[in-house]
């Protein structure tokens, strides 16, 4: 069973940054892909970044150039750096796993549906 658990969320003053973890067990499945979603009041969650299984990284347009999504397989651990925040990257951040073979393609476009695991959240704050 794929457990995850989010890091590193907080108050930001915009134009500044924060890194998010995510620690991962139990993920066994070896063509998986990790990912960030992103949740504001009122608002679906929504994909912000993943990272497939062999390295490959995807950004939704509003984060891509300011967030960076990478993974520390010694670790086991996925992280988001958020530089460059903005106030509407106000959000619950979520960690997200696929514990199965997906295409590239898939991971790329990553989606709810596609989830089998989901961390606790953690929450980011902007300030103008």
């Known amino acids: 069973q794929v457990q995850l658990v989010e890091s590193g969320g907080g108050s930001a003053q915009a134009g500044g940054s924060l890194r998010l973890s995510c620690v991962v067990s139990?993920?066994?499945?070896?063509?998986?892909?990790m990912g960030w979603f992103r949740q504001a009041p009122g608002k679906e969650r929504e994909g912000v970044a993943s990272i497939y299984v062999g390295g490959a990284t995807y950004y939704v347009d509003s984060v891509r150039g300011r967030f960076t999504i990478s993974q520390d397989n010694a670790k086991n651990t996925v992280y988001l750096q958020m530089n460059s925040l903005k106030p509407e990257d106000t959000a619950m951040y979520y960690c997200a796993a696929v514990d199965k073979w997906v295409s590239d393609i898939v991971c790329a476009r990553l989606s709810r549906e596609d989830i089998n695991a989901w961390g606790q959240g953690t929450q980011v704050t902007v300030s103008s």
């Open positions: 139990g993920y066994t499945y070896k063509r998986g892909c």
